[in-house]
């Protein structure tokens, strides 16, 4: 806790405030580098970078930079074809279709998605499958297919049993793989099957489970966000007022980004901007104000785009509405 105290201090030292800016990734310079490779068909490459990020220091974030590339889809099944007993190629695979598949779905409401999108989307959903299965077959200790597999099937709807069991699979290789907890925390949410409840008890659980420090802090606001937003005008803003919903977010900060041993590392941005929205919307300004130095006008587009469609306008209002 005095670590980022002392930290805030010191930026609350500089004049003004810093500009607020989209961040579209953590930084690591080796995301940038395997995002041009991969619109480059340069699997070379593409595979050296993915190579030298062992799976114990979670490579999710370079594994969707490819994933998220257009026309990966065009090369990626040579490479597949060219090395019929590697992982890596069929793991790339499995995470394009993927990213492909909700392309062909979009973002919005299921009542707006044609039957058509939603044929394409499961066909894809079904081929990701495919390649991740076969991944996990080739490198039984991989997280990364079982992650992929536990955003496969809540796009296919596969029940909060076979759901469970590959959010298990993951964690068993991974304890504390943040994207694997933040698909379950989805997956047990109201709008997914799941309920508020069940939701929030697994959020406390992770993060109390963790060591401190841990980058797990933010699924305790991302679940309270969660309700906020399935509640009608008027009780969203009483809910989030109630004094359970800020201690326990005042908990989880102690176990995360106040503990001594949180490091900036990783998603720690994504951890800060979660918070900053939660506590602007419980009202405590105090608690987001140290969130929002912090961040050091960095935004990140979650959970901000559930506020606005333009994430930094909506970072940028609260983070004034808290004095920063």
């Known amino acids: 806790m005095a670590l980022l105290r002392d930290w805030t201090l010191a930026l609350g030292k500089q ?58 889809e065009r090369w990626i099944t040579e490479a597949v074809e060219a090395e019929p007993g590697a992982a890596l190629p069929r793991l ?35 081929t990701a499958e495919q390649f991740l299965y076969e991944a996990a077959e080739r490198e039984p200790g991989w997280s990364s297919p079982w992650y992929g597999l536990q955003t496969t099937g ?22 504390h793989h943040l994207g694997a907890h933040i ?31 841990t980058l797990l802090g933010r699924l305790v606001p991302d679940a309270h966000i969660e309700q906020w937003l399935s ?41 800060l901007n979660s918070f900053a929205l939660a506590f602007s919307l419980v009202g405590d300004r105090d608690a987001a104000r140290e969130c929002f130095r912090a961040t050091e006008g960095r935004v990140t587009e979650s959970p901000w785009d559930y506020v606005d469609r333009d994430p930094v306008a909506a970072y940028r209002k609260h983070r004034a509405a808290a004095g920063r």
């Open 15 to 72: 004049v003004g405030r810093p500009a607020a800016k989209l961040q579209k990734d953590s930084g690591d310079p080796e995301v940038a580098r395997v995002r041009a490779a991969a619109a480059a068909a340069d699997w070379n490459t593409v595979r050296a970078v993915l190579q030298a990020r062992p799976e114990s220091e979670d490579r999710t974030e370079l594994l969707w930079a490819v994933g998220e590339t257009a026309r990966v």
């Open 231 to 271: 509640l009608p005008r008027g009780e969203d803003a009483a809910y989030m007022r109630r004094p359970e919903v800020a201690q326990s977010l005042r908990e989880a900060a102690e176990h995360s980004y106040r503990h001594p041993d949180f490091v900036r590392r990783g998603s720690w941005n994504g951890l």
């Open 92 to 126: 790339v695979a499995g995470i394009r279709y993927i990213s492909w598949g909700w392309e062909a779905r979009t973002s919005a409401r299921a009542t707006q998605v044609s039957r058509e999108q939603f044929e394409v989307f499961h066909d894809r959903l079904r």
């Open 183 to 213: 698909q379950q925390l989805q997956q047990v949410c109201d709008k997914w099957g799941g309920s508020h409840e069940e939701m929030h008890a697994f959020a406390r659980a992770s993060v109390l489970g963790a060591p401190g420090g």
């Open 154 to 175: 809540r796009g296919l709807q596969v029940g909060q049993a076979l759901a469970r069991r590959r959010f298990e699979a993951t964690v068993r290789r991974d304890p």
